[in-house]
């Protein structure tokens, strides 16, 4: 059982994105009797598209309330028992946040299901730990397992998933914060980007930008400080999506806020790309939005989270970025 268990778990940190083989490790968990687990991988497997993840969910949501049988054949084993009962309980809460049509509130993987919404708007005292959960909880998305703590998100490109920033952040997380997944929004009417946790837009910046991007949705593979040195028409950070676009600065901060003016790259002021660039985690998705952007909460720009302890323990000068500028 332990060795099947391992084969999953090791072919899902390859291909976190398996739909398929999600499936059939959920299904798989379900059988062992590990209701809570199997449901939250049947939620990942339905947003990896496997329908037939998503046919499972609705149908386990028609399931009658569970009773328990009037005479036992038997007494349980009292571990037994309070494994049955905490998986009803969780069953139960999924159950009622399906009929509310809540299910995809859900974290992808992991992470403590808090009652209630969580209060609006950000709290300022809250962005560190939202930043170092984010982190966390991306990690997770990516690997498919959880990271064994902060230092696993603070390592030398590329696996810099964040940065060390002054002051330190925190390490009493993952934080259990409700809804702590932080997003960059990309509003081509206005031509801003804006870093949004759910539907809150917690700060907005202007960009010059391209031609229409050709994806609506992407993630961010990749963060650089100083690209090319810093000094040059990527600035001072970089955040690299796909396919060789990047959120990146600039060294014509006169062109912010302009249409058609790269090739297809998003580029902010150095100082706006340095504000946002400890924000942001590698695995952070981005995507295209359309219409106009909410205001944002911190109208005036993000507090100072800190900027790296060191730029030059983030830089890559062996490597020669060539992002669609």
Request: hydrophobic share 35%; charged share 25%; aromatic share 8%.
């Amino acid at each position: 059982m332990n060795n099947l268990n391992e084969s999953f778990r090791l072919h899902l940190e390859l291909h976190p994105e398996d739909g398929d083989k999600r499936y059939e490790y959920a299904h798989w968990l379900e059988l062992q009797g590990q209701v809570w687990e199997a449901l939250v991988q049947y939620q990942h497997a339905a947003r990896s598209g496997n329908p037939a993840a998503l046919i499972k969910l609705k149908g386990m949501s028609l399931q009658p309330e569970w009773t328990p049988p009037k005479a036992p054949p038997a007494p349980e084993p009292p571990e037994r028992k309070r494994r049955t009962k905490r998986s009803l309980l969780l069953l139960v809460l999924l159950l009622s946040l399906l009929a509310a049509g809540r299910l995809w509130d859900l974290p992808p993987l992991t992470g403590a299901v808090a009652t209630g919404e969580r209060s609006l708007p950000t709290r300022e005292e809250e962005l560190p730990k939202l930043v170092v959960q984010n982190g966390f909880e991306r990690y997770l998305e990516d690997k498919g397992v959880k990271a064994p703590d902060l230092g696993a998100l603070l390592q030398p490109p590329p696996n810099n998933r964040l940065s060390r920033t002054v002051p330190p952040l925190p390490k009493d997380c993952p934080c259990e914060l409700r809804d702590p997944y932080l997003a960059l929004h990309y509003y081509p009417e206005t031509n801003q980007l804006a870093l949004a946790r759910g539907e809150e837009v917690l700060a907005l910046y202007k960009v010059a930008s391209g031609p229409q991007l050709p994806f609506a949705k992407s993630r961010v593979t990749r963060r650089v400080a100083n690209p090319n040195g810093g000094r040059g028409a990527y600035g001072t950070r970089g955040l690299e999506l796909q396919d060789n676009y990047a959120i990146h600065g600039t060294n014509r901060p006169e062109l912010i806020g302009q249409p058609n003016i790269t090739k297809g790259c998003l580029r902010l002021s150095n100082e706006d790309i340095e504000e946002l660039y400890p924000y942001v985690a590698t695995g952070t998705p981005f995507e295209v939005r359309t219409g106009k952007p909410p205001q944002p909460t911190f109208a005036e720009g993000l507090p100072a989270l800190g900027g790296p302890s060191n730029p030059a323990d983030e830089e890559t000068p062996s490597i020669v970025y060539s992002w669609k500028n």
